[in-house]
């Protein structure tokens, strides 16, 4: 059975990930993740407990612990979205983000390419290593134009800077050591199980709680969203079909102002579990002070991945974000495990005695 590997598969989307290739391929899935904050093993919900996927919980910078699953696993390829990757958190500490996003991407490629090296001709040329990556590494718009694939990168926060500095990595691994690899950048994802200190889940978490909706600045910044569900696709698609050495931008075409989103969560939270009679969730928006250095606009085109691979999303920013809304009024029970650490070790102390 082919199998590959896939770091981060307990994150937003790389559960997202795993729950697609369970039911729409045949891969043997190897999902190495650290459960930082932001990884669950909840968030794989059926797809965790398939024979097809086994969770090694590891640190993407631990050499021995990688070197020991290459020669146990014998990967066909690598998916890498372990990261950390919330852009806040980045400009409050640096640190980890260093760590993760270079050292580990780094640790990764290195571990990938003793491996890759002692492979034969027919496997080396049929290995992927598919490294996830982000439309932020292009630095920020201004009203018009969109990032492309040739976009130079011009990162600007410390999150963007670190995975910026990443796909230099797996490109100069690429063309130094022929390591077929393939880089995606992404715009931003949306939809069920992702960690509540992002946007979208952070104004429906806090709307239903009735806290303020923190609104940097003037709520003007612009962002291209993607349902996660068709990231999972596109990743599929390219890791499959990719031409190695490639990039290929990933993006929904939905470009939205944050005050465009938070009017559209808070009009679908008034549709489907209203406040009382007399009080509207519209009156918890609050502006906050903006944060340092925040990029204006994002906005990608997808032409090349829509030309040569024939994605297309699914979802419309309407459909999507009704879903997603849905989802996390369905599903507190998910929010609250996730916030809750002492879940996260029982969950995980459960799955090892599998
Ligand atoms: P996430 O924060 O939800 O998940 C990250 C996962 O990586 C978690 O499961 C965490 O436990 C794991 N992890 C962190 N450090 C690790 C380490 N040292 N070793 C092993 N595992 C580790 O992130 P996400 O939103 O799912 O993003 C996944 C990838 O996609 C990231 O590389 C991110 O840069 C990229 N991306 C995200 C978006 C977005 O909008 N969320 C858009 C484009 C690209
Ligand atoms: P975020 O979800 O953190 O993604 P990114 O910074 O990677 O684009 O933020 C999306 C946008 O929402 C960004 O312009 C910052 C803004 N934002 C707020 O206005 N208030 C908030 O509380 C958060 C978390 C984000």
Redesign the pocket.
């Known amino acids: 059975m082919p199998t590959v590997f896939i770091?981060?598969g307990?994150?937003?989307?790389?559960s997202a990930l795993i729950r697609l290739l369970i039911t729409a391929s045949d891969w043997r899935i190897v999902n190495?993740?650290?459960?930082?904050y932001?990884?669950n093993l909840a968030s794989l919900a059926a797809a965790g407990r398939d024979p097809r996927h086994v969770f090694c919980h590891?640190?993407?910078?631990d050499r021995p612990a990688l070197d020991a699953l290459f020669a146990e696993h014998h990967p066909d390829g690598i998916i890498h979205?372990?990261?950390?990757?919330?852009v806040d958190r980045s400009i409050h500490g640096p640190g980890d983000f260093v760590q993760?996003n270079v050292v580990?991407t780094y640790t990764l490629l290195e571990a990938a390419r003793a491996y890759w090296s002692g492979l034969d001709a027919a496997a080396r040329n049929a290995f992927r290593f598919h490294h996830?990556?982000?439309?932020e590494v292009f630095g920020s718009l201004g009203p018009c134009g969109r990032f492309d694939e040739t976009t130079a990168y011009d990162p600007r926060s410390p999150y963007s800077a670190s995975?910026a500095a990443a796909d230099h990595l797996v490109r100069a691994w690429q063309h130094t050591y022929g390591l077929p690899t393939l880089i995606t950048n992404?715009?931003?994802?949306y939809g069920p199980y992702q960690?509540p200190e992002?946007l979208i889940p952070l104004m429906i978490g806090n709307a239903l709680a009735g806290k303020p909706l923190p609104i940097y600045g003037q709520g003007d910044n612009v962002r291209d969203w993607l349902y996660v569900d068709d990231h999972a696709r596109a990743l599929q698609l390219v890791f499959e079909r990719g031409r190695p050495g490639e990039t290929y931008c990933i993006g929904g075409g939905n470009e939205k102002t944050n005050l465009q989103v938070i009017d559209t969560v808070r009009d679908l939270l008034d549709r489907q579990s209203p406040r009382d009679a007399d009080r509207r969730y519209a009156e918890l928006k609050t502006f906050v002070a903006d944060r340092p250095g925040h990029d204006q606009r994002y906005a990608i085109d997808a032409g090349k991945i829509q030309r040569e691979l024939g994605w297309r999303p699914l979802e419309t920013f309407a459909s999507g974000i009704a879903k997603t809304v849905a989802w996390y009024l369905d599903n507190s029970d998910w929010v609250a495990q996730v916030q809750s650490g002492a879940y996260r070790n029982w969950l995980e102390r459960n799955y090892a005695q599998r």
């Not at 307990?10 to 790389?14: R, T």
């Not at 190495?32 to 930082?36: F, G, N, R």
């Not at 996830?132 to 439309?135: A, G, M």
């Open positions: 770091t981060g307990a994150g937003f989307i790389g190495i993740d650290k459960l930082t932001a990884g590891h640190d993407i910078c979205l372990a990261a950390e990757s919330h993760t580990g996830v990556s982000t439309d995975k992404c715009s931003n994802n960690f992002k």
